[in-house]
């Protein structure tokens, strides 16, 4: 399903760091964005995503690309951008109307446990935890989230949605969809540069 930007551009955000809130079309009025929703803010998948998305941040901001990051509520939000999980910035739907928008799902107890549970599900959770991520189960741990790159002007170029909890856009996806691929060096693992980041 295509997202419509018409539906969502006039709903608001809280900038975490200001408590401002902002329009959508307004963060990509000037700069393309690659903006990451986030499924809740003490998450381990989310925050082992926000990690993993961080490393392209630096190609992002030569290229005049704004990386950006939103929860699903304020619940939460201060401690994840305190803890410096994401290289880019914050804001917060506390109006919780724009992932309902977007399409993004909900799960329900069952569904969300059979995830958990699954070999992606666990995988990650195992990555997370050798990174020594701390997380949390505050806030609403049901919902889904997703990512949208949106070209400057307000045009989207591509639309991803999360199927399980722990799903995330590869960063050579990201920087395909933006012709920046060949600027791409993944770090491995078991750099001590990465580990000490992570820690």
Same mark, same amino acid.
């Given at each position: 399903?295509?997202?419509?930007?018409?539906?969502?551009?006039?709903?608001? $955000?809280?900038?975490?760091?200001?408590?401002?809130?902002?329009? $959508?079309?307004?963060?990509?009025?000037?700069?393309?964005?690659?903006?990451? %929703? %986030?499924?809740?803010?003490?998450?381990?998948?989310?925050?082992?995503?926000?990690?993993?998305?961080?490393?392209?941040? =630096?190609?992002?901001?030569?290229? =005049?690309?704004?990386?950006?990051?939103? *929860?699903?509520?304020?619940?939460?939000?201060?401690? %994840?951008?305190?803890?410096? %999980?994401?290289?880019?910035? $914050?804001?917060?739907?506390v109006n919780k109307k724009v992932y309902s928008k977007i399409g993004y799902k909900?799960?329900?107890?069952?569904?969300?446990?059979?995830?958990?549970f699954s070999k992606v599900g666990r995988s990650a959770y195992y990555r997370g935890k050798a990174a020594n991520i701390p997380w949390?189960?505050? *806030?609403? *741990? $049901?919902? =889904? *989230?997703?990512?949208?790159?949106?070209?400057?002007?307000?045009?989207?170029?591509?639309?991803?949605? &999360?199927?399980?909890?722990?799903? &995330?856009?590869?960063?050579?996806?990201?920087?395909?969809?933006?012709?920046?691929?060949?600027?791409?060096?993944?770090?491995?693992?078991?750099?001590?540069?990465?580990?000490?980041?992570?820690?």
């Open positions: 399903m295509a997202v419509d930007l018409t539906e969502i551009e006039k709903l608001e $955000l809280k900038n975490v760091s200001t408590g401002k809130m902002e329009t $959508l079309e307004n963060l990509w009025k000037d700069k393309t964005c690659v903006i990451i %929703f %986030f499924r809740r803010w003490g998450c381990l998948y989310c925050r082992l995503w926000a990690k993993d998305v961080s490393q392209i941040s =630096n190609i992002l901001s030569n290229n =005049n690309i704004r990386l950006i990051g939103v *929860g699903p509520e304020d619940l939460g939000a201060e401690e %994840f951008r305190d803890g410096k %999980f994401f290289d880019g910035e $914050l804001y917060a739907d909900r799960y329900n107890y069952i569904s969300i446990l059979g995830y958990i949390n189960l505050k *806030g609403d *741990g $049901l919902q =889904n *989230g997703g990512c949208l790159i949106v070209e400057r002007g307000g045009k989207v170029l591509h639309s991803y949605r &999360q199927e399980g909890a722990a799903d &995330q856009l590869a960063n050579e996806k990201i920087l395909e969809v933006l012709d920046l691929a060949a600027e791409f060096k993944p770090r491995l693992e078991t750099d001590e540069s990465d580990n000490s980041e992570l820690n």
